[in-house]
Nanobody, 125 residues
Framework: QLQLVESGGGLVQPGGSLRLSCAASGVTLDYYSIGWFRQAPGKEREGVSCIGSSGGSTKSADSVKGRFTISRDNAKNTVYLQMNSLKPEDTAVYYC??????????????????WGQGTQVTVSS
């Protein structure tokens, strides 16, 4: 059974960094595109970064370009989101999700089938 577990969230000061992890079980992540999404209170869930299956390219939202980097470690069946220069507006619950076989990934929620439970990221002084 496919399961995604996010970790690495927490409280960080503005300008700080966090690395989120999305560990998968029951599936070989290399065959899937993976997206990171976030949802702040009272707002819709939005795409942050994604990476295509089998060496596909990455994509990031304009709001995080140059600050967030998505990567995958196929040996560990894990995808990471390195977040640098964090801002208070990055505060949200962050989710990872997978979509079968998309070499070109998408930042739209509708393309993704399986979701993790989320990890809270709070950027505050």
């Amino acid at each position: 059974q496919l399961q995604l577990v996010e970790s690495g969230g927490g409280l960080v000061q503005p300008g700080g960094s966090l690395r989120l992890s999305c560990a998968a079980s029951g599936v070989t992540l290399d065959y899937y595109s993976i997206g990171w999404f976030r949802q702040a209170p009272g707002k819709e869930r939005e795409g942050v970064s994604c990476i295509g299956s089998s060496g596909g390219s990455t994509k990031s939202a304009d709001s995080v370009k140059g600050r967030f980097t998505i990567s995958r470690d196929n040996a560990k069946n894990t995808v990471y989101l390195q977040m640098n220069s964090l801002k208070p507006e990055d505060t949200a619950v962050y989710y990872c999700a997978v979509s079968w076989g998309d070499y070109v990934c998408s930042l739209t929620t509708q393309r993704y089938t399986y979701w993790g439970q989320g990890t809270q990221v709070t950027v505050s002084s």
